[in-house]
């Protein structure tokens, strides 16, 4: 029997990227995957393909609350084993030059949409479930070139995680988060296509190279399902210094 047999695991923004990857690993240990997207849904529909068990596709935008209500009333009598909480947003807000729209946006989704989609599961989530938040390296360390809005969403994201550990512990519900580094994705493809951006990048990280999304899905993300731990942060790769120089 697989170790995620009789499991279902609802993945936020399992329609690409590092949702994607994680979504798969889940369905390769034999979970029954809720593939959740925003607007992409030709891409969660190709996701839904690749995977050989169970799936259903869910839609809804983090960023309004009504979407995420919807989506779980849809869920009927549904049970949760497993959320990952990894759908989010990245972009240059810097100081002096940032529009209340953009600062509502990334706030919506990366931090108001994660608090939200979690209350809103609770109710369906088994007692001992895993909630697993996907954060960044970013909310740990200084980050130059105008990102700190994202960093402070993921800061708060460890923050969020942290303290429902301990929130969820009488249901023995395990909270941990993940946090990756630069990993080649949708999100970043646009910011690396600079070739000095790249270079610097990639001589910030300990391995010599970008991080990719099936890395963070590997066997330290199913070790954070299996085993009993709580509140564990993971970075991945780690950080080589614990404030990025400005350059
Ligand atoms: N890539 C990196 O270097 C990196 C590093 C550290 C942490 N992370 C974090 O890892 C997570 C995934 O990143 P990624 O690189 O895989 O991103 P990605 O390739 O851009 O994919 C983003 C996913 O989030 C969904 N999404 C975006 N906005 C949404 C909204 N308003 N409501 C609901 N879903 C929404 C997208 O759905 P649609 O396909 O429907 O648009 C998509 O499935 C994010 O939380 C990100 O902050 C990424």
Redesign the pocket.
Same mark, same amino acid.
């Given at each position: 029997m697989r170790l995620l047999e009789g499991q279902t695991a609802l993945v936020?923004?399992?329609?690409?990227?590092?949702?994607?990857a994680i979504a798969l690993k889940l369905a390769d240990a034999g979970a029954e995957i809720l593939l959740?997207?925003?607007?992409? $849904?030709a891409?969660?529909q190709s996701v839904g393909r690749e995977i050989s068990g169970q799936s259903r596709l869910l839609?809804?935008? *983090?960023?309004l609350p009504k979407n995420i209500d919807a989506m779980f009333e849809s869920l009927g009598g549904t049970r949760l084993h497993i959320l990952v909480?990894?759908? &989010? +947003?990245?972009g240059p807000t810097p100081l002096g030059s940032t529009s209340v729209q953009q600062l509502d946006a990334m706030l919506?989704?990366?931090l108001k949409?994660l608090f939200w989609i979690t209350q809103a599961a609770l109710p369906y989530l088994q007692d001992g479930a895993n909630i697993v938040n996907?954060?960044? +390296?970013?909310g740990r360390i200084g980050i130059a070139a105008g990102r700190s809005l994202?960093g402070a969403t993921?800061a708060a994201v460890d923050s969020f995680t942290r303290s429902w550990a301990l929130e969820l512990a009488p249901r023995k519900i395990r909270v941990n988060a993940v946090?990756? &580094?630069? +990993? $080649?994705?949708?999100?970043?493809s646009k910011y690396f296509s600079d070739p000095e951006v790249l270079r610097r990048a990639i001589e910030r990280s300990p391995f010599g190279r *970008? &991080?990719n999304?099936d890395e963070?899905a590997e066997r330290r993300f199913r070790d954070l399902i299996r085993y009993r731990s709580t509140a564990i942060a993971t970075a991945f790769p780690p950080p080589r210094q614990s404030v990025a120089t400005p350059r």
């Amino acid at each position: 029997m697989r170790l995620l047999e009789g499991q279902t695991a609802l993945v936020t923004g399992s329609s690409r990227g590092i949702g994607r990857a994680i979504a798969l690993k889940l369905a390769d240990a034999g979970a029954e995957i809720l593939l959740h997207y925003h607007q992409n $849904e030709a891409a969660a529909q190709s996701v839904g393909r690749e995977i050989s068990g169970q799936s259903r596709l869910l839609k809804a935008d *983090l960023g309004l609350p009504k979407n995420i209500d919807a989506m779980f009333e849809s869920l009927g009598g549904t049970r949760l084993h497993i959320l990952v909480n990894n759908a &989010g +947003v990245w972009g240059p807000t810097p100081l002096g030059s940032t529009s209340v729209q953009q600062l509502d946006a990334m706030l919506d989704t990366n931090l108001k949409g994660l608090f939200w989609i979690t209350q809103a599961a609770l109710p369906y989530l088994q007692d001992g479930a895993n909630i697993v938040n996907i954060s960044s +390296v970013a909310g740990r360390i200084g980050i130059a070139a105008g990102r700190s809005l994202y960093g402070a969403t993921k800061a708060a994201v460890d923050s969020f995680t942290r303290s429902w550990a301990l929130e969820l512990a009488p249901r023995k519900i395990r909270v941990n988060a993940v946090a990756p &580094g630069y +990993v $080649e994705s949708d999100m970043t493809s646009k910011y690396f296509s600079d070739p000095e951006v790249l270079r610097r990048a990639i001589e910030r990280s300990p391995f010599g190279r *970008l &991080g990719n999304a099936d890395e963070v899905a590997e066997r330290r993300f199913r070790d954070l399902i299996r085993y009993r731990s709580t509140a564990i942060a993971t970075a991945f790769p780690p950080p080589r210094q614990s404030v990025a120089t400005p350059r």
